[in-house]
RNA sequence: GCCCGGGUGGUGUAGUCCGGCCCAACAUGUGGGCCUGUCGAGCCCACGCCCCGGGUUCAAAUCCCGGCCCGGGCGCCA
């Protein structure tokens, strides 16, 4: 039998680290297959195990082993503790989402991140003191209870806590600035100006944590294909590409804007040689727009690819959009469930239509060289389903940095579509120094201003291709949602800056 | 930026068309009371609201003008 000596209780972290160890070895040899402990919830188990562990050691010996390893050590999340737990002592921590007070029985509902856990206390079960505490607290308060789990089918999820002890670590005020339980539904406006407690409701912080997976698989995926990430400024020194407005800042004694893409550098770090890069990260766009599926800060996944055409970047985006999805359908399972999402993976490749085609789709209402506009996209995924690609647009409409065909009216560019929302817009770039800077002029920009780029041309830079997409707008549209704000944890628009 | 709709307790709505029956209703909440199996607990009592400024009128939440704010649509948008 292991014993801790006096150093190890010196070095909680490493005692801890041990018991993590070799208790999830144990479980995972004794629990293989058992169906109420997966993998995923091993972690957490093997938290309480060293709990009863210690506690075991504690009861028998004369030592008390304290172990502090940090403000409440052994803290379970509610998702851990299951019915077959029943006579186990706990500790639970979280927000107070609603209280049943019966008169000799209350009823607290426990949240935290995972979900909920029912506290039942019985006048004639609990510690006096500890009762009269739950008959005055206040909703949302954040409380740590330790008691003990008791089997009861009357509970929801087959079980409850019974408090020995139970602590106001800080108590809320009332009256709450919206709803957390739901019963009253609070108008996106007043859920932005307390985003804290708007986020507070599980299908709102699902919606985060699905973003989270997403960020993760694009990062899992492109790092196995080969792509290193990088960070480009977010401050930069002209006004890069027109188009877009661009957000001035102050900087010393310089003028200074907030970019609006990392386009330009990723294109650098091509002549850098660094063959496959990707970015996420913010972009700044000062259009006074205001509408559902626009948002002057925004997140964009970027990559640039050297020694490959737009073909070869559009099958990087199909694949990793399908392995998206695929994660999110296995790895978030509960949140898709809390937002009633039944989520269908797309199947690569992607359908393409070219722009000439997609006109006379819609029945050469447009002149060939427009712009698609929103009626008219609105129209096409009336006619085309899901997620969708419109290539080979006209060069015209396309930035400088485009490449064109053979035949130059066209560019061999694409847009990536989930019904009428543009996700993605990617192109073959063109790196031919010459012809580079006569598109610049063409554009009517300054080729002195882009000097810093164009450098990049001159000295042997490879054929490549990129695209960038939208990091809300993908969530938006996988998630069904109505407003791309909802997508944003604190999402800046045409008249909010705070919260 | 344009067009349309809106602003009523902490939150979400009704009332505005057709001024007076509205010192404003309902739900949720908060405070108090009853209640030992709730799970949107129930029942009883109480508390709390007409965006700001100006105008019309005997009388304005309601009509008119201006402002501010919000929502939707459009425009703009590598």
Redesign the pocket.
Known sequence: MWIPTHQMICEPQRIIAFFLESFCSFLRLSYRGKSWCDCSELHTLSHFVVYEFFYQISCKSRFTIELKTGLIPFLMRSSAITPEMDGAQVTVAGWVH????????I?I?LRDREGFV?I?L????VDKDVFKRA??I???SVIKVEGIV?K?????NGF?I?PKSLDILNESQ??????V??????????????RFMDLRRPKISSIFKIKSQVTKSIRDFLHNQGFIEVQTPKIVATA??????LFPISYFEKEAFLN????LYKQILMSAGFEKVYEIGP?F?A????????LNE?T?V?IEMSFTDHEGVMQILENLIARVYEDVVTKCEKELEILEIKLEIPDTPFQRITYTEAIELLGNQIPWGE?L????L?SLATKIEGIYFITDWPTK??????MAHEDERISKSF?LMHNYI?L????QREHRYERLAENIKAKGLSVESFDFYLKAFRYGIPPHAG????LERLIMAMLGL??I?EAMLFPR????VSP
């Open positions: 609603e209280i049943r007070d019966l008169g000799g029985l009823f509902v029912q039942t019985p006048k004639k079960v008959k005055k206040l909703r949302e008791k009861e089918e009357k509970a929801p409850e019974i009332a009256p709450l600035p919206l709803e339980t739901e019963k009253v539904p609070a108008d996106l406006d007043t859920r932005l100006d307390n890069t590409e027109g188009g877009t407005e609006q893409s990392p386009q972009i766009r259009e006074e727009h205001n509408t559902t599926r626009h925004a964009s970027d712009d506009d929103l009626q008219a609105k409409i396309k930035p400088f940095y485009v847009d543009e993605a817009s990617g192109a695209w960038g997409l939208g109505s407003n704000r628009d045409r008249t909010r």
